[in-house]
């Protein structure tokens, strides 16, 4: 069952009057997604957007050789799949569930009918494309200009930033898990580069892994690596 309080916090819906938040909860519906589950694939068409309920979501692009280039993690409140909802073209990248993940999905239609009846909902998508935009710049400047530590580093600091809580005494971990490889794609980085950076990074009392987790330990030292 949806929660409507859930909905309300989403950025897209949190100006939403009531009629048109009546409007969402009507047609949307609700599916789990395992791990390793795919949501959508690049150049299939756009029929619905997504809203992360619980989990967390991969999303990726594959180079004409089949090399994955991950673009974002998302979780709890984000929204994905709505530029190809919004444009009507094919999507233009995949998403893939890197842990068990509950998803909202309205359709197409649906989300089209609520937005010519609502400016406001209308404006807010504008300001999160706006949003969406600024970040891809962030990070095709990252590739761009950084070394490969800095990078790993900006990333890590990103992650932290929007997935991380802080734990007592000890850092902030990021509440996702996330392969050596997966860091790498969104570094841009090979994996043994990364495996490596990674190790020194601990050496450096930087952060910390354990089981899987990774916890940043000095934010400071981080930021200035990062540069």
């Given amino acids: 069952m949806i929660d409507p309080q859930f ?3 989403v950025e897209l ?12 909860m009507l047609v949307a519906r609700e599916r789990v997604y395992p791990k390793g589950a795919t949501l959508f694939l690049e150049d299939e ?6 809203i992360i309920v619980k989990g967390a979501v991969k999303v990726y692009t594959l180079s004409p050789e089949g090399r994955e280039k991950t673009i974002a ?3 709890r409140g984000d929204c994905l799949g709505e530029m190809a909802v919004l444009d009507g073209r094919p999507r233009s990248a995949s998403a893939e569930a890197i842990e068990e993940t509950r998803a909202v999905i309205i359709t197409r239609d649906d989300f089209r009918q609520v937005l010519l009846a609502s400016p406001r909902t209308m404006l807010k998508v504008i300001e999160l494309l706006s949003q969406r935009l600024r970040a891809v710049d962030r990070h095709i400047e990252y590739l761009a200009l950084k070394d490969a530590s800095a990078r790993l580093a900006s990333f890590l600091l990103a992650l932290a930033e929007r997935h991380g809580r802080p734990l007592d005494g000890k850092g902030h971990k990021i509440d996702i898990k ?19 950076l990674i190790n020194q990074f601990q050496d450096a009392g930087l952060i ?4 899987g987790w990774l916890v940043i330990l000095d934010f400071k030292r981080l930021s200035m690596l990062a540069g």
């Fill in 208 to 211: 910390e892994t354990s089981g």
């Fill in 7 to 9: 909905l309300k916090q």
């Fill in 13 to 24: 819906f949190s100006e939403m009057n009531e009629d048109d938040f009546s409007r969402i």
């Fill in 178 to 196: 996330l392969t050596h490889q997966e860091l790498a794609s969104l570094a841009g980085i090979s994996r043994e580069t990364a495996t490596r």
């Fill in 45 to 50: 068409p756009g029929d619905c957007m997504f």
């Fill in 73 to 75: 993690i998302l979780s």
